[in-house]
């Protein structure tokens, strides 16, 4: 006899008996093999997001009040909510607030929050498991049809969003539905997203718009779903006159709308006091440290940007400084009242400040003094945040690949520790986590407009550093490097004990993608290099198939395209050597 399964949901009476012979694993291997294709950072309350943004009290009311009135309001004929923002607007901040909120009021059907420099995250792979997993769990009965969807379709997870979104989570819930199981009273239906612009891709971004509108608002389905997101062109486009979106959703432009800077205001008003407070300095203590006029100065460089003004609260936060003395250097910064700026303008000028005054102080230090602090600043960023990219196939090489900061600091032979120093100045914008990658750390930056400010050489003007003087500087520290590998290491893996087996394989792996920009400027570290007998090195471990190569290095170093690259460089050296 096949075996007997059956859900109870709700009252004892709503009993769904399903008599078909099933195998014995059902629904269990399936909600297994959902679990392992999901992204718990992208959840409202994962570790990964510990202490994320969110509206500080007493601030954003109003919009706040709009937000959870379209959520609780389940006869809105509009159940779709999208709220634009500039960068640093508090969107990500609403957000987090809305979705405590849906939790404390068991509505919150799930909450997916995507993020830029995360790979979990930052692409379409996960979100209709990681939605279809907060679903599953609020609900057994909706669990159970979940799982029996990826047993029926060992493939579902290699489907378009579509398939995806229809099969794992709008059929799951119209089968409870006909089983009489699905209390309306009850069910978890509100689906938060946000930072949709962070999704890679425009396209991508396109196609979860196009999934949501097709999928998930059917009318027979009960969903009500909160998008947050910049306005860039793939939801721009939908939501315009004539777009896919146009009519079927709700927009709520945050920056056109809601003007943020009483909020602001009180916002800077409740930071400062709470940091006298705390301060060892006795001039902050007194209650006239600050002045009406400082907020003011700060409320109009903010220019209704929250990111602006929490980056001002945390650079005055740093505990081995006063915060008296750091407001005076905040204001130093802010424009003249009356200066016509752009938008961008006042959060760049802060960054700008930021990141020169670290690099004073830390080329301040004598041991420091040889030392180039943004160029090996951008290294860890560029390292820990977005990946390099390949200038031959123009293919990014993924975070997922990369060094760890310890890593780094054993290449660059800068010390342990050194990316601690490097950043000590920059706690304002960013922090220091372990790696989900590595057993060492990488960079966390708070607020991606900072590495937008620092990829653009429009708004970092004199401060930024291109990838290519990047690469070309991790290029020359491998060409030292792979000199002093003793031959054996280049059999050792990445992550493996010893320290210059790590090296080596770090050297590699930058040598490969620095090459040709270290290429275009003949200087003693290639000399050395020739003249040591790097290139033979190199060519012998390419050749050498009865090495063992359990890191795969001997591929790696078939990426120079040996006779092309390294024939050039000879040639190119013969002058010097």
Known sequence: MGDLRYTSIGIAQNVTVDARPVPPSLGINGWERLLAHTAPNALHDSMARYDPPKCDEDTRVLVIKELTNWIVDRESPQRLLCMTGAAGSGKSALQQTIAEFCSGSNILGSAYFFGAVDSTRNTTHSLVPTIAYQLGRANPGLKEYIGRAVEEDELIFARSLYSQMTALVCNPVRRLRASRSLDLASFRYA???DGLDECQGEDHQAEILKAIQECLLDEDLPFRIFIASRPEWALRSALEPGGELNELAYHIPLSDRYDATADIRRYLQRSLRELGVRSRDPRARSPGWFTHEDIEHLVFAASGQFIYAATVVRYMSEPRSSPVDRLKIVLTWAPADGQSVKPFEKLDLLYYNILSTAKIAYEAVDTHSERDFLLLFRVYHINSTRGFI???????????NMPSNEELDDLLQLGTGAHEIIISD???LMTIQRSGKSSGTELHVYHKSFSDFLDAPSRSKDLFVPDSRVLAHLAKHSLRNVIRCPSWEFTLCKGNHSTTGLRC??????????????????????????????????TGLIRDDSRPDPCNLRNILRGFDQPHVFHSAIRSLQVRI
Do not use: P
């Not at 390949?390 to 997922?400: C, E, G, Y």
């Not at 394989?505 to 007998?533: A, H, K, M, P």
């Open 426 to 428: 920059l706690r304002s």
């Open 505 to 538: 394989w770090s050297s590699i792996y930058f040598l490969q993608r620095g090459l040709w920009e270290c290429l275009l400027e003949i200087n003693d570290d290639l000399v050395d290099f020739t003249r040591q007998g790097g290139w033979k090195m190199l």
């Open 191 to 193: 689906i938060l997203i």
């Open 390 to 400: 390949n200038h031959r196939s123009m293919a990014v090489i993924q975070t997922s």
